[in-house]
């Protein structure tokens, strides 16, 4: 939830209503309270998601700020729980999709690898987003063609890469799920989930990374996903830390939980 200075605010409420009612006020957790006293870039946003050439319920559709809020969350991670310097962090998305964490990654002055079971969409938008006034031409930017379910081939991330990468991402929310979507499927749906980010888990423990990404979470049914990635998380020796808050609206039958898990070291 949020708190603005004249009441309170649920996520799923517009942020017009939120810049036109005051200063954010954001739970943070333990009795701790942020302050949101900018306002955010709609501009960008509406650059990265309604722009771009190819768009497909088969890609996360990760929205721009929901992928804003999570490089915040990753950057408060670094700069309380690691000895890393964020200036010369590299953003690593393996989902990569059409690109949204790429350009996002890019206009705020960091490296950026994205990789994907098919990169062409990611390719075919950095040609369009590269022409834009929010593009920052001196960062890095590699994609390659990677199915997440395999090893890493250790010449893709080079050693000094991976001492600075962090992981921002979202799968698909595919298959689309209705009101008539029986309770079974949805379960189905969710093991499938489960199975690929088991691997998914897998590359960050051989990256020695921390990562922030969502999983889907069905509105009425009972979710068991967090559960499973966080037990399977802890078994191969990573933390976990995760976001209590829906990031979604009232009448979607599907939102999303952001969770976090880092190694050790991290």
Request: net charge neutral.
């Amino acid at each position: 939830m949020y708190l603005s200075s004249h009441h309170l605010l649920r996520l799923f409420h517009t942020d017009r209503e939120i810049k036109n009612k005051g200063k954010e006020i954001i739970n943070l957790e333990n009795g701790l309270y942020g302050i949101v006293e900018q306002y955010q870039n709609i501009e960008l946003y509406e650059t990265i998601d309604f722009g771009k050439p190819w768009r497909s319920m088969q890609m996360g559709m990760m929205p721009a700020k929901l992928t804003h809020m999570m490089i915040n969350i990753w950057l408060s991670y670094v700069i309380y729980h690691s000895q890393l310097e964020i200036e010369n962090l590299c953003i690593y998305d393996p989902f990569v999709g059409s690109g949204t964490t790429w350009m996002l990654a890019n206009h705020f002055g960091y490296d950026f690898i994205g990789s994907d079971i098919k990169s062409n969409y990611a390719e075919e938008n950095a040609t369009r987003r590269k022409t834009t006034k929010f593009y920052t031409p001196d960062k890095q930017f590699d994609i390659f063609t990677h199915d997440i379910t395999q090893k890493l081939k250790t010449s893709v991330i080079g050693e000094e890469t991976k001492e600075r990468l962090l992981i921002v991402t979202e799968w698909r929310l595919w298959p689309i799920v209705t009101k008539t979507t029986s309770s079974q499927d949805i379960q189905r749906f969710q093991e499938q989930v489960v199975q690929l980010y088991t691997s998914f888990i897998d590359r960050i423990k051989e990256l020695w990374a921390l990562a922030v990404f969502t999983i889907p979470y069905y509105a009425g049914e009972h979710n068991t996903v967090e559960k499973y990635i966080s037990d399977y998380a802890t078994k191969i020796g990573l933390q976990t830390n995760n976001i209590p808050e829906i990031y979604g609206r009232e009448w979607q039958q599907v939102g999303r939980k952001i969770m976090i898990i880092k190694s050790m070291n991290k």
